[in-house]
């Protein structure tokens, strides 16, 4: 009897355990049967008594009522231990969710955002630790509290609405918050979003703050560098080893392409065939991480016009991207190209005006407004001893003693021809005698001078022609000493002479 009274109990204890109910309805249910046992094992004894003479045997009714007895302490005792292991249960369970909270609250607490859950009607339920540092909190104190408590009303007002429109909603929200902090205004980029009890009811709103202030400056200089991108009058481009990844209005303006058609093909599409050779060659070199400065070359254009561009570019090793300005220089070279002409000109003129100059027999001599001597043939060399033009003054009173035709009466340096053309007038063969009181030479001359005058009517130089006289006058003076001797011989009297 004791094996099957075992085996009983194995059997309704492992009948128990395998039952897919709650711990409530097992206890509920060890109970019942319970009672029941406890009920039957009371009918057996009324119907012991009520039946002394009956035909039952006592010795039945006995085993009966042993049976129902072991039966109420095998329930009791499978009650007992059922209870005990969903108290172990339990209490695994409890360490364990412990032991989780402890795990979530040391992430929280590392997490360099603000953590924090509030109930529906703001007072707060979790902090992180920087969360409490920001605000200067205690997270134990602040349990229980809300915003009003120890923020400011303008930023309590806004985080309390900013928290209703998340219940609103029944949805997580992005929004940004201001917050000062260290004596400055920092932006966080808050996500808050519902928590829901075991009925499905909102009961808490929860928000993860991140700072983006460095990432806002970034964006705002991102922003004006747009701009700035966008407005420049020069090129700008991003640009890989092969093809334009980006560019601004002004090179579609420049070169007459869409941003588009400036896009789909390689830039070297875009250079001038003569150009293309230099092109790559000065692209292997910033793919070495060189920076190129004033790098020149010549772009076609949409309408088939060719552009020469001056280019600036930075190379980042790192992306491989290459950061260009490059400005329109086209019609800065062909200034440069006609200012080239016009000085080969130039020179060719002042090449033959210098062959003319030298093959006059007369003096030629060019002074500045501020009379410095600018140009100076060979008979002005050689009429005053100097060979270097920049030695020679136009003064001619600094090299010669001047003086009338007579030789006797001397010639104001005022009157000088060179004097006269830098005031604007006009001279012609004016009559002097040089005398060099080094070689005590002496030289008759006749000497003109004329202004240059510019554009705007103002004298820019001065130049004079000396004509060396000395010959004609000794010549013409033999002449008269041989004709007045002549004539003597032949009996000409003074009276006749003047007859």
């Not at 057996?44 to 009966?64: D, E, G, P, Y």
């Not at 260290?182 to 980029?189: A, P, W």
Request: one cysteine or more; a negative charge; proline letters at 2%.
């Amino acid at each position: 009897m004791g094996i099957s009274i075992l085996k009983l109990k194995l059997i309704i204890i492992n009948l128990i355990y395998a039952m897919k109910i709650s711990f409530e309805n097992k206890i509920v249910l060890g109970f019942i049967i319970n009672v029941l046992v406890v009920l039957s094992l009371a009918w057996t004894v009324f119907i012991r008594i009520k039946n002394q003479s009956a035909v039952i045997s006592n010795l039945v009714l006995n085993w009966i009522i042993g049976f129902l007895f072991l039966l109420s302490i095998l329930l009791l005792t499978v009650v007992y231990f059922i209870i005990k292991a969903q108290l172990r249960a339990k209490n695994n369970s409890q360490k364990l969710l412990l032991e989780n909270q402890q795990l979530l609250q040391s992430i929280i607490d590392n997490a360099s955002s603000l953590i924090s859950i509030k109930k529906i009607n703001g007072e707060y339920l979790l902090i992180n630790k920087r969360y409490a540092a920001i605000y200067q909190v205690n997270d134990t104190k602040i349990i229980g509290k809300t915003d009003a408590d120890f923020l400011d009303p303008e930023l309590a007002y806004a985080n309390r609405n900013s928290d209703m429109e998340v219940v609103k909603a029944l949805k997580e929200l992005q929004m940004e918050e201001t917050i000062h902090q260290d004596n400055k205004k920092h932006t966080y980029l808050a996500l808050k979003f519902p928590l829901y009890d075991s009925t499905g009811r909102i009961y808490a709103v929860g928000s993860i703050a991140t700072d983006i202030t460095e990432r806002k400056k970034l964006e705002e200089s991102l922003a004006t560098s747009d701009k700035l991108f966008n407005m420049s009058t020069e090129m700008m481009l991003i640009a890989s080893s092969e093809k334009f990844i980006k560019v601004n209005p002004a090179t579609s303006k420049i070169l007459g392409y869409t941003e588009k058609e400036l896009l789909e093909q390689p830039f070297l599409n875009f250079v001038y065939p003569e150009d293309k050779k230099m092109t790559e060659q000065e692209v292997t070199k910033l793919k070495r991480g060189d920076i190129t400065m004033q790098f020149k070359n010549r772009y076609l254009c949409k309408d088939g016009s060719i552009k020469w561009l001056q280019w600036a570019t930075s190379p980042d090793t790192t992306t491989g991207l290459l950061y260009a300005v490059a400005q329109d220089i086209t019609t800065l070279i062909e200034l440069e190209n006609e200012q080239e002409n016009t000085i080969n000109q130039l020179y060719e003129n002042e090449e033959k005006l210098r062959i003319i100059l030298e093959n006059i027999n007369d003096g030629i001599l060019v002074a500045s407004a501020d009379n410095k001597t600018i140009l100076a043939n060979t008979m002005v060399n050689e009429l005053l001893g100097i060979e270097e033009d920049e030695k020679i003054s136009p003064n001619l009173i600094n090299h010669f003693e001047l003086f009338y035709p007579d030789g006797k009466t001397i010639f104001p340096s005022q009157n000088l021809p060179m004097e006269r053309a830098l005031l604007g007038e006009e001279t012609n063969d004016i009559d002097l005698i040089l005398w060099n009181p080094n070689t005590q030479e002496k030289r008759r001359v006749l000497i003109s001078g004329k202004p240059l005058i510019d554009h705007n009517n103002r004298v820019v130089a001065g130049i004079i022609t000396i004509k060396d006289i000395s010959q004609y006058k000794k010549l013409e003076d033999e002449l008269k000493e041989t004709e007045l001797k002549y004539r003597q011989l032949i009996g000409f009297k003074k009276g006749d002479e003047k007859e």
